[in-house]
């Protein structure tokens, strides 16, 4: 079994990723997507996105602790698709991801994530474009949900991403318009596993062993692929995969602590208060003295208050 860190824009940056793969024990990590439209981006632009690009070497594009990180692209011409795709690889991303499922309505707008799932033809011509750009070897995965408006589409999208040439397929398991309300509707990835043969990675409301296991045997899917769950319990992927305990509050304070350092370094400074109570409101779904710690910051506009106060 493999657990995968799913890519969540505007959260789960190369930050996060490190300090959560140094806890989780993930498999793999997907970044942020990178927008393609009708041009070449610079390699500046995609070391933005995977600063891990900086230190790929011999074995590739990793975290800091290991881990793999492969960049995912979102965009509508399989031309300029392709021609990303080779470029990230040369700079040595571990494999490409296509994001098919981005909900959010300026993506959609512009032709981009979920829209594509109403034409199943312009999938098929993405992946192909991208897999014929990229060495023999090189894997692209794509990632989709059900559908746009409804699941009438679901499998044959599914089957144009294996036609294609994709190597794997991650589904999230609601349409665009059910966005992220539950409940996941695992049984639908469980048709689409058995009418392709790539291998399929299941995600949507994992955000515990108990719903790791259930949505294994619903879906039929070995490999999971977790988000908001990861925020909410750090260390979610070694729990899953190895059934250990649920990190104590006083680790995740210390990661809160470590995250702060990460965070208030450079040009990120900025952002750090929005993105550590965005941080939190997660993690107090699970840790009730999460409650108490963001009751006490949700006022809080410096970055030396916050400190202070985890502290």
């Not at 490999?223 to 006083?250: C, F, H, Y």
Request: proline content about 5%.
């Amino acid at each position: 079994m493999r657990v995968v860190l799913a890519p969540m824009e505007g959260v789960l940056d190369h930050l996060m990723r490190d300090l959560l793969t140094q806890v989780g024990d993930y498999d793999l990590c997907v970044t942020e997507f990178v927008r393609v439209v009708d041009t070449v981006l610079s390699d500046r632009a995609f070391f933005r996105y995977c600063p891990e690009l900086l230190e790929a070497d011999a074995y590739g594009c990793t975290t800091k602790s290991g881990t793999p990180v492969r960049v995912q692209l979102l965009g509508q011409y399989p031309e300029y698709m392709a021609a990303n795709a080779a470029k990230v690889v040369e700079l040595g991303s571990s494999g490409i991801d296509i994001n098919f499922g981005c909900p959010a309505k300026a993506v959609n707008r512009s032709r981009g994530g979920a829209i594509l799932l109403k034409d199943p033809e312009n999938l098929y011509q993405i992946v192909k474009a991208v897999k014929e750009a990229v060495p023999k070897d090189t894997i692209v995965s794509a990632k989709i949900r059900l559908g746009y408006e409804d699941k009438t589409l679901a499998i044959e999208n599914a089957q144009a991403v294996e036609a294609a040439g994709a190597n794997q397929l991650t589904v999230h398991a609601r349409t665009k318009v059910e966005g992220y309300r539950p409940p996941a509707h695992w049984q639908w990835i469980a048709k689409i596993n058995k009418a392709i043969s790539i291998p399929v990675i299941a995600n949507g409301d994992i955000w515990c062993l108990e719903d790791a296991i259930k949505c294994r045997e619903v879906s039929g899917c070995s490999d999971i692929m977790v988000g908001r769950g990861a925020l909410t319990i750090p260390n979610l992927g070694k729990v899953i995969k190895q059934e250990s305990e649920v990190m104590p509050w006083q680790d995740v304070q210390a990661l809160l602590k470590a995250y702060t350092a990460f965070e208030t370094r450079g040009d990120k400074s900025a952002y750090f208060p929005n993105r550590i109570k965005q941080w939190l409101k997660y993690i107090k779904n699970f840790y009730p003295e999460a409650e108490v710690l963001f009751t006490d910051i949700r006022r809080f506009k410096t970055v030396e208050e916050i400190r202070n106060a985890l502290s």
